[in-house]
């Protein structure tokens, strides 16, 4: 059965570095997400992107933060000058379809970003 | 914008049937999707209403009212395994990503 993947599973990073979240969406899916959640908290949306371009992002999604899709397959979350509130876990979803009734959305395991 | 509202915490046995409520409100409603995360892994989804009534998928069945801008989840024949999150989510009003409600932990004994 096809799944989103992410790479890695736990990143730990040094408060102000650079650090960039990887995410493999289902082959045939055309617009990617990434959520995050912090520990114990609700899912939040970050960003939609479709057709190499964004197609909306949250409040939380400042200018810090950028995505990509490098290549036919990848889709990263970059994240510039890493915060400690930047701690979470970060999720990658892919849908078939997006805007409209439904976009059931299959979610990847996760990175777990850590700032210290 | 957009908010949910669901218990954070609800009990029960294992072959017990558990009902976990969702409220919402939005600007702009396609329908009410459910999704289950297992200790804080990959939220999978469970089922979406985008019409008044009940969807029935084995174990588990949703239910929604527009009107009442209210839905609900509904699991019986309790398991073990159905320990976990259980998050109500609505799509923004761009219709292009997913808020979730803060979720409902269910926890399952014997």
């Known amino acids: 059965e096809p799944e989103v993947t992410q790479t890695p599973s736990h990143q730990v990073t040094q408060m102000g570095q650079e650090v960039i979240l990887r995410c493999v969406p289902i082959s045939n899916h055309l617009y990617f997400y990434w959520y995050r959640q912090i520990l114990g908290q609700k899912v939040e949306f970050l960003v939609s992107f479709y057709n190499n371009e964004i197609s909306e992002k949250s409040e939380i999604f400042d200018d810090q933060f950028s995505v990509e899709r490098p290549d036919g397959s990848n889709f990263t979350l970059k994240i510039r000058s890493t915060k400690l509130e930047d701690s979470a876990m970060y999720f990658c979803?892919?849908?078939?379809?997006?805007?409209?009734?439904?976009?059931?959305?299959?979610f990847g395991p996760g990175t777990r970003l850590t700032v210290l | 914008g957009q908010s949910l509202e669901q218990p954070s915490e609800v009990t029960a046995v294992e072959g017990a049937i558990v009902q976990i409520n969702c409220t919402y409100q939005t600007s702009g409603f396609y329908g009410l999707s459910w999704y289950q995360q297992h200790d804080g892994g990959a939220p999978t989804f469970l089922s979406y209403?985008?019409?008044?009534g009940l969807e029935e998928t084995g174990r588990f069945s949703s239910f929604l009212s527009r009107s009442d801008s209210y839905g609900y989840l509904l699991l019986q024949e309790l398991q073990m395994k159905d320990s976990a999150s259980y998050f109500c989510?609505?799509?923004?009003?761009?219709?292009?990503?997913?808020?979730f409600g803060k979720g409902t932990t269910l926890s399952v004994s014997s």
């Open positions: 989510a609505v799509q923004n009003q761009a219709g292009t990503a997913l808020i």
């Open positions: 209403n985008a019409l008044d």
């Open positions: 979803a892919s849908s078939e379809s997006g805007q409209g009734p439904h976009n059931e959305q299959f």
